[in-house]
Nanobody
Framework: QLQLVESGGGLVHPGGSLRLSCAAS????????IGWFRQAPGKEREGVSC????????NYADSVKGRFTVSRDNAKNTAFLQMDSLKPEDTAMYFC??????????????????WGRGTQVTVSS
């Protein structure tokens, strides 16, 4: 069974940090582009960051550039999203997805069939 599981969310003060993980099971992530998305209440899901299978292509939404860092460890079949300098507007449910050979460049995000259930990130004082 193909599965993605996000973890690492929580409640943090503005300016704080969190590290999200996206662990895959049932398939090998090595050739899949990983996408991180988020959805706040009442808003549409938006792309946050992505990383290609080799890690050569990385993209960030303008709203998180310079604050978030995406990475992956193919040996552990896991991707990560390091979130620093968090702001209240970063509050959302964060999801990961994987698409074999999917796109990862400006304006183009992977749209995999497999999604995790998400992990909640809340930034509040």
């Amino acid at each position: 069974q193909l599965q993605l599981v996000e973890s690492g969310g929580g409640l943090v003060h503005p300016g704080g940090s969190l590290r999200l993980s996206c662990a895959a099971s049932g398939f090998n992530l090595e050739y899949s582009t990983i996408g991180w998305f988020r959805q706040a209440p009442g808003k549409e899901r938006e792309g946050v960051s992505c990383i290609s299978g080799s890690g050569a292509s990385i993209n960030y939404a303008d709203s998180v550039k310079g604050r978030f860092t995406v990475s992956r460890d193919n040996a552990k079949n896991t991707a990560f999203l390091q979130m620093d300098s968090l702001k209240p507007e970063d509050t959302a449910m964060y999801f990961c997805t994987a698409e074999w050979g999917g796109p990862c460049y400006s304006g183009h995000w992977p749209t995999g069939d497999t999604w995790g259930r998400g992990t909640q990130v809340t930034v509040s004082s």
